[in-house]
């Protein structure tokens, strides 16, 4: 285990500040060159209109390095525009020819400038970063400073690649999802190329890609033009690409709402990109890390809208891939995993899975959710995340009176269950499950699922593995598919039953708790109470999303456990936040 710091107070005041900036983090990595106006200057410095072949100045802000931005003169400057003032402390260029001698300037008028980085000795092209103290100006000019006779004999010309402006460098620490089992969908394909699915756009085939029909054929137009992923499973994201380059002929989307959902009837809006149209390869940071199973892509505003939607790729990502595990640690390091937190030395185990080496820290901390505030902050040693997986831990006291929590192991004993579907009269059940509803999905975190047998009347039975001591169920059925009447049953070997609550009178699915007097058990059993005959007349049939069984009801509390990863320039979430009940 490393060695755990408790955190200065004014390194606290750093990190509170820096926690503040995590809700806004997309904004800390955006290139504001990618949105600029961009235009050539002369060596005068007089706006030149005619570009090199097809060099054109938005080649740099295209964020595709195959293309390259030049004019038709030997010495000349980059102008980027960004549209207003704008605070940044990162620049990165990358060119093609380059230049010996230059400057990169700022300014608040476009006319006065003042250099923030002087070059005079470069001797290759290649892609160049410049951290910098943090200034603010909506103009910034990148100038080759050499002669116009230096060049011509040289017969050497500045083309510029790419450039991005930011608040911060950009780290590549975001992992791609793997798209196994993935499917797409999307209001139309291209009547003319039938063949060119939604699914071509997440086949990881760089040729293949989706085209929607023509928005500009009369009777093409429609209400909503929108794409949509299916994951097949909860993933969790916090930024997503979209590669529409491929085509140049196809414009990319200027503005898009980007939704996400868990069932695909819930959606909520993650983000919103608004481009110039200019950009194939789009990346989008979302607001925070969701949980998701769905995304779907909706062009917004009717006066920017391209004639042809063009998907070559769709790619999610999160921050890192990362498991999470929390044990209670008693006075003799001992550990006791848990599934809800309780009050005590609460060790946090954090397994990350990189594939780039890098350094940083892992924090944890109280997050209170009404005041925003982060308490009781943590942080481990300064840490070598490796490439593959590796486990790391910090320990977080989680104050009783202040959380009120209770100090004792409540768990979630049926994470960890084995399920099974009985007969109506508690015997095997030996057939199937209904249209793939398997049991195990009473257990397995996701609301969206359900189990139910291939029968009328059955029961569920849990073997929680072990005896413990259960006084607390919780059930969620689907709208439709609910008992009327049922009863809790709970045993110590599976033979003997005791019935410690009977149920009846609900009228709709949803969730469902029940408390009763706190008893040793293994196994424990939902029996439904109707018979075949009723549930026909109905035509419903008890199905169940969740059961969670605890010894007592878990108590809520104010606060979460949030986790970061504080690497030499960013603070990273790590996984979902961890509600304390």
């Known amino acids: 285990m490393k060695k755990i710091y408790l955190i200065s107070w004014m390194a606290i005041c750093f990190l509170l500040i820096s926690f503040s900036v995590i809700n806004v983090c997309a904004a800390e990595n955006y290139n504001y060159a990618s949105e600029a106006t961009v235009c050539f200057l002369d060596s005068k410095g007089n706006e030149w209109s005619q570009a090199s072949g097809q060099s054109y100045p938005e080649n740099a802000i295209d964020e595709d390095k195959n293309t390259e931005a030049a004019p038709s003169c030997w010495a000349w400057s980059l102008k980027l525009d960004l549209g207003k003032p704008i605070q940044f402390g990162y620049i990165s260029v990358s060119f093609g020819g380059y230049p010996k001698i230059y400057d990169i300037s700022v300014s608040d008028n476009g006319l ?11 001797t290759t092209g290649g892609v160049y970063d410049f951290e910098i103290e943090p200034v603010t100006a909506r103009y910034v ?70 085209l929607s029909e023509d928005a500009s054929v009369d009777g093409n137009a429609v209400h909503e033009r929108w794409f949509k992923l299916d994951m097949g499973e909860l993933n969790y994201i916090n930024a997503i690409s979209m590669e529409c380059g491929k085509a140049v002929d196809f414009s990319p989307p200027r503005e898009m709402d980007i939704w996400v959902s868990t069932n695909d009837k819930d959606y909520t809006l993650a983000a919103h990109y608004s481009g110039n149209g200019r950009k194939k390869g789009l990346f989008v940071e979302l607001d925070h890390l969701y949980q998701v199973r769905y995304v779907k892509f909706v062009l917004t505003n009717a006066d920017t809208l391209p004639n042809v939607w063009y998907i070559s790729d769709i790619q999610c990502y999160n921050s890192e891939q990362t498991s999470t ?13 848990l599934t809800s937190i309780a009050a005590g030395n609460v060790r946090i185990k954090k397994t990350i899975s ?78 199937d499950a209904s249209n793939n509803n398997y049991v ?59 019935i410690v609550k009977s149920i009846e009178g609900i009228t709709i699915g949803g969730t469902y708790e029940y408390e009763f007097n706190t008893m040793n058990a293994r196994f424990l059993r939902i029996a439904q109470r109707e018979s075949e005959k009723e549930l026909i007349n109905d035509g419903r049939q008890m199905a169940i999303s969740e059961i969670q069984v605890y010894t007592q009801k878990p108590a809520d509390s104010q606060y979460e456990i949030c986790s970061f990863l504080w690497t030499e320039k960013n603070m990273i979430p790590m996984d979902m936040p961890c509600i304390l009940k």
Do not use: C
Not at 325 to 337: A, D, P, S, T, Y
């Open 112 to 122: 006065d400038w003042t250099p923030i980085i002087e070059v005079s000795d470069n």
């Open 141 to 210: 000019r990148i100038r080759d400073n050499e002669s116009e006779e230096d060049l011509t004999s040289e017969l050497r010309q500045m083309s510029i690649k790419d450039v991005i402006i930011s608040n911060k460098k950009f780290r590549e620490v975001s992992i791609n999802l793997d798209r196994t089992g993935w499917s797409a969908t999307a209001y139309s394909v291209h009547p003319s190329f039938s063949w060119l699915t939604p699914d071509y756009a997440i086949n990881a085939d760089p040729e293949d890609y989706w």
């Open 325 to 337: 595990e929390f044990f209670l640690v008693n006075n003799l390091g001992e550990e006791q995993l």
């Open 354 to 431: 990189s594939e780039l080496g890098y350094q940083g820290r892992i924090i944890a901390g109280l997050y209170h959710k009404e005041s925003g505030i982060l308490e009781n902050m943590v942080m481990s040693d300064m840490l070598s995340f490796s490439e593959g997986n590796h486990t790391y831990s910090v320990d977080l006291y989680v104050d009783k009176d202040k959380t009120g929590l209770d100090s004792f192991v409540n768990n979630n004993w049926a994470l960890s269950a084995i399920p099974s579907f009985k007969t109506g009269d508690g015997n095997d059940y030996f057939g």
């Open 440 to 498: 195990t999905n009473v257990n397995d975190g996701d609301y969206n699922t359900f189990a139910v047998p291939a029968t009328w009347v059955w029961q569920l039975q849990l073997d929680l593995g072990t005896t413990h001591q259960v006084g607390y169920v919780n059930l969620s059925f689907p709208t439709n598919n609910y008992p009327k009447k049922f009863d809790i049953l709970i045993s110590e070997n599976g033979i003997d039953w005791e």
